[in-house]
């Protein structure tokens, strides 16, 4: 079990979740930008996850407790692939912001990273929720 400090509950967590996450990972698409011998222009070369989608907006588990002015001012860096431990390192006001110490964002992270979630039946939320009722103590 992973403690909620700054605040957070299970059920303001959850609500962050659902206000800033659309109900699917953030990730951001690599396109090749010209045909070459293994993709054709427009392909798909690789998707990693972000902390906010600059394209639709979408916002990962951790990404959804950033604040909006720290997204707005730092959109490369949210938009860049980058573990929460080096994030919060490099913005350290950010740790006030966070749900849980650096394991457990780590693995909330992980949660929201994996693809296991397709093999449940459950919706990405209710996957995420789930994680929270599973892992979070208040």
């Given at each position: 079990?992973?403690?909620?400090?700054?605040g957070?509950?299970?059920?303001?967590?959850?609500?962050?979740?659902?206000?800033h996450?659309k109900?699917?990972?953030?990730?951001?698409?690599?396109?090749?930008?010209?045909?070459d011998?293994?993709?054709?222009?427009?392909?798909?070369i690789?998707?990693?996850?972000?902390?906010?989608?600059?394209?639709?907006?979408?916002?990962?588990?951790?990404?959804?407790?950033?604040?909006d002015?720290?997204?707005?001012?730092?959109?490369?860096?949210?938009?860049?692939?980058?573990?929460?431990?080096?994030?919060?390192r490099?913005?350290?006001?950010?740790?006030e912001?966070?749900p849980?110490?650096?394991?457990?964002?780590?693995?909330?992270?992980?949660?929201?990273?994996?693809?296991?979630?397709?093999?449940?039946?459950?919706?990405?939320?209710?996957?995420?929720?789930?994680?929270?009722?599973?892992?979070?103590?208040?």
């Amino acid at each position: 079990m992973y403690k909620l400090i700054n605040g957070y509950t299970k059920e303001s967590l959850k609500e962050l979740i659902l206000k800033h996450n659309k109900g699917k990972p953030a990730s951001y698409e690599c396109l090749a930008e010209e045909d070459d011998e293994y993709h054709c222009k427009g392909d798909v070369i690789s998707d990693y996850c972000v902390y906010f989608n600059p394209v639709d907006e979408n916002r990962c588990a951790i990404g959804c407790c950033l604040p909006d002015s720290f997204i707005e001012m730092n959109r490369s860096v949210v938009s860049d692939e980058i573990d929460v431990a080096t994030l919060v390192r490099d913005y350290p006001e950010l740790g006030e912001h966070m749900p849980f110490d650096i394991t457990g964002c780590t693995r909330f992270q992980d949660a929201h990273d994996s693809d296991g979630w397709k093999k449940t039946g459950l919706t990405f939320h209710e996957h995420l929720c789930k994680w929270i009722d599973e892992n979070a103590c208040d």
